[in-house]
């Protein structure tokens, strides 16, 4: 058994049965990184086998060798945001998520490559090198979290750290054919970790199924006093209703014609996964989403308008440090206007309550990840790919609300398809057990791309 392809929560099974050694497991990782890393420039730090092992009081994550996006500051770890400004930068502290992560007994096993700054979705690095895809190494892995999903697809790690903006934790999940959850806004604190933008940015998992994501969010989650996003609610109880199954679930499936503006094999992968949940007793019904068109856009807007307020005097001062893309979008943020911001806030309070309205009447909504699979690397555009592949990501930002990829499907050549599942604002619980009735329904989750070759 190669232990680095087990899963979180089979992992965490065979160490608590003594089955497994917890230094075995982060040996499989590490070798796994030795061998593979050179060729899909996953991480832009490794932290050496001999790294000692954390006992924690909470054991939930004993032993587990967790990848963490190069955004999430480290103790003594070099904290890069993938860009030339931040090379040599060692933090003094942990992130919050971090420190919870090391709490519960998780060992962190190397900072993953991210498109510079978090403002893109290709993982093309300037500074560190492009994360190159799994499943085809000619085509991109999707970003920013491209790093974390490439770690876990490649099973270089057990499960990921990555942050999400308008879609940066479920795009590369999605081209990378692994399960990626964006929690509800102000679920994770964000303390720790460099913002792209206050008002959209969120922390969350990448894993190998929707299980180990609840494994992760369990951890993760919770109220943070010093973290301003941070919201104090109940804490989230993620396993409780996880095998209670979609009878009589009602269900929306996105339709119309801003959703049918994507591949057809994606369209098709996602109308047959309806299929399967009106198989295990569910009610679908399809519902124009046209409006989510207007909520990307504003989700792009603010991006971009917030990125450029956070890295003003960078750009000032060192506009060449960037790379070309991401120089283009933070100037391109920083000549909108202050009318044009409003009107985006108007925007997103206005999405906000569609949503409320639509989840009223629906437990989960389902729609594709992302409207193609994954593009060739060599001649892309990632300011064009940006508002190509966060087209169905990026509403969910601006709302705030839960969503989660996971596979549904391969185009014919042999690239994953995701579909997303989005609830409304604190329903993690029902968007987990939507995701895990279809993955125990369906096994696209156990391929796994050929990297023995």
């Known amino acids: 058994m190669n232990l680095s392809s087990l899963t979180l929560t089979q992992a965490r099974d065979l160490i608590r049965r003594k089955e497994i050694d917890v230094s075995d497991l982060a040996k499989a990782c590490h070798r796994e990184i030795e061998r593979l890393n050179p060729s899909l420039n996953a991480f832009i730090t490794i932290l050496p086998p001999e790294t000692p092992i954390p006992r924690g009081n909470n054991p939930q994550l004993h032993g587990i060798p967790i990848g963490v996006k190069d955004l999430y500051e480290t103790k003594g770890i070099r904290t890069t945001a993938g860009t030339k400004f931040f090379a040599d930068y060692v933090p003094a502290e942990d992130s919050y998520v971090v420190q919870k992560v090391k709490e519960a007994g998780g060992v962190i096993i190397g900072k993953t490559n991210t498109h510079e700054i978090a403002l893109g979705v290709t993982n093309n690095n300037p500074h560190f090198g492009a994360c190159k895809n799994p499943w085809d190494m000619a085509r991109i892995a999707g970003g920013s979290s491209g790093g974390s999903a490439v770690a876990v697809a490649a099973d270089m790690c057990i ?38 933008s206050w008002n959209l940015d969120h922390a969350g998992p990448l894993t190998k199924s929707v299980q180990d994501a609840a494994w992760m969010l369990q951890v993760i989650a919770g109220y943070d006093p010093l973290d301003p996003a941070s919201i104090k609610v109940l804490p989230g109880d993620f396993f409780s209703h996880l095998l209670d199954g979609m009878s009589e679930r009602k269900i929306a499936l996105a339709g119309g014609s801003f959703i049918e503006q994507s591949d057809p094999q994606v369209l098709s992968a996602v109308r047959e996964a309806a299929h399967v949940f009106e198989a295990m007793g569910a009610h679908v019904e399809e519902v124009d989403t046209a409006w989510l068109r207007e909520a990307a856009l504003a989700n792009g807007l603010m991006t971009t308008a917030d990125g450029a307020a956070f890295h003003r005097e960078r750009l000032k001062e060192h506009p060449e440090w960037f790379g070309a893309d991401v120089r283009q979008r933070l100037e391109m943020g920083a000549a909108y206007t202050s009318g044009e911001y409003s009107l985006a806030r108007r925007t997103q309070a206005e999405m906000r309550r569609k949503c409320e309205l639509l989840f009223e009447k629906y437990d989960v909504m389902l729609l594709p990840s992302t409207p193609i699979s994954a593009s060739a690397i060599e001649g892309e555009d990632a300011v064009e790919q940006a508002r190509l592949l966060t087209r169905f990501t990026a509403p969910f930002n601006l709302t705030g609300l839960p969503a989660l990829s996971m596979p549904c499907g391969f185009t014919k050549d042999g690239m994953p398809i995701g579909l997303q599942i989005v609830s409304r604002a604190w329903n993690e619980a029902g968007v987990i057990r939507a995701g895990h009735a279809y993955e125990q329904a369906t096994e696209w989750h156990q391929r796994k791309p050929n990297l023995n070759g």
């Open 159 to 196: 499960a990921a750290l990555g942050t999400d903006t308008g879609g940066s934790i479920r795009i590369p999940a999605s081209l990378c054919g692994v399960v990626g959850f964006k929690p509800t806004h102000g679920r994770v604190s964000l303390r720790g970790i460099f913002p792209l």
